[in-house]
């Protein structure tokens, strides 16, 4: 069966300090890969999506990052951490097949102080 | 994707059917009604998703009117686990160029009540 890690489950980082996060998805092979970001009291918001290994595509300028350097894994980085980063990030993946629904990790917390 | 319209928040009390509304006037014909719940601190789950057809599964069932333009999320005997906020999402079931994303809104607070 498949299965997806995300990493830390919570994170305190100081403003302007680097940031990586990793998702890894076991159990399927070049799974579509997300992630999102929920502020406190918010709606989920996409931040990065990743077709394939070395694709990745923005939805929305910001503060932060994303690599696929493997098939099932997905980094979301930051060189320095703004207040405005701190939410709920949670990575998702599902098949590259049309009409499929799509599973998520269980988050990091990151509170940015 | 077509944008969907759900009440911010219900109530219901334990046992009884939890019947979520979502309009989705602007839907086209080959768009899918996808529905998730999030509890509190955790990941999305999804339960459901349908295109015409009403459905059913373990989890709930779902209403989809006949000119699609709005569905029902069905939980037939809500339990106290159940309480989370329920999202309806309309998303094309063909390529796209968001890797099929998922587009969340606001979606609707459930508390089910003892």
């Known amino acids: 069966s498949q299965t997806i890690h995300q990493w830390p489950a919570t994170l305190v980082q100081p403003v302007g300090s680097p940031l990586s996060l990793e998702c890894t998805v076991e159990g399927t092979s070049n799974p579509n890969l997300y992630w999102y970001r929920q502020a406190a009291g918010r709606g989920l918001q996409l931040l990065f999506y990743s077709v394939g290994i070395g694709q990745i595509s923005s939805e929305v300028p910001q503060n932060l990052s994303a690599s696929r350097p493997q098939d099932r894994q997905f980094i979301l980085s930051s060189k320095k951490l703004l207040l405005s980063d701190s939410g709920f990030y949670l990575c998702?993946?599902?098949?590259?097949?049309?009409?499929?629904?799509?599973?998520f990790g269980q988050g990091t917390r990151l509170t940015v102080v | 994707d077509a944008k969907t319209t759900q009440p911010p928040s219900m109530d219901c009390a334990e046992g009884r059917a939890a019947n979520l509304p979502c309009n989705h006037s602007?839907?086209?014909?080959?768009?899918?009604v996808y529905w998730y719940r999030q509890i509190h601190s955790q990941g999305p789950q999804y339960i459901i998703h349908?295109?015409?057809n009403n459905e059913t599964n373990e989890m709930a069932s779902l209403i989809i009117t006949e000119d699609r333009k709005s569905s029902t999320l069905i939980l037939p005997h809500a339990t106290l686990r159940d309480t989370a906020v329920y999202y309806c999402i309309v998303r094309v079931g063909v390529n796209s160029n968001s890797g099929y994303a998922l587009n969340f809104g606001k979606g609707t607070s459930l508390l089910v009540t003892p």
């Open positions: 602007t839907i086209s014909g080959n768009e899918y």
């Open positions: 349908g295109l015409k």
């Open positions: 998702a993946w599902r098949s590259g097949r049309w009409n499929t629904e799509a599973f």
